[in-house]
């Protein structure tokens, strides 16, 4: 089994900052891509962005600038640093990994965490 576990949301001011976490465990064999997606009420998720193992990064449109995805392979987590955070960026915040598990490492397979809570006021 896989879990990913989210965490760092928060309430913040418009114009403030939250860096989340989110870290891959289990029976892992090996992670391609890593990402984030958010979700606010009453709207779809959307895919914000994502990071290749090789450190490739792209970004929505509307939060270039101001966010900052990273990863740190050894310990299976990626983070996600934000900046200049505006009430549009409010929602629930989920990572996801694109991934093989051990005794199955030639089918990737994407897995999601349960979500953290990012309320921007203004």
């Known amino acids: 089994q896989v879990q990913l576990v989210e965490s760092g949301g928060g309430l913040v001011q418009a114009g403030g900052s939250l860096r989340l976490s989110c870290v891959a465990s289990?029976?892992?064999?090996?992670?391609?891509?890593m990402g984030w997606y958010r979700q606010a009420p009453g709207k779809q998720r959307e895919w914000v962005t994502i990071?290749?193992?090789?450190?490739?990064?792209n970004y929505k449109d509307s939060v270039k600038g101001r966010f900052t995805v990273s990863r740190d392979s050894a310990k299976n987590a990626v983070y996600l640093q934000m900046n200049s955070l505006k009430p549009e960026d409010s929602g629930v915040y989920y990572c996801?990994?694109?991934?093989?598990?051990?005794?199955?490492?030639?089918?990737?397979?994407?897995?999601w965490g349960q979500g953290t809570q990012v309320t921007v006021s203004s």
């Open positions: 996801n990994a694109f991934l093989t598990t051990i005794g199955d490492a030639m089918n990737y397979k994407t897995y």
């Open positions: 990071i290749s193992n090789g450190g490739s990064t």
């Open positions: 289990g029976s892992i064999f090996s992670i391609n891509a």
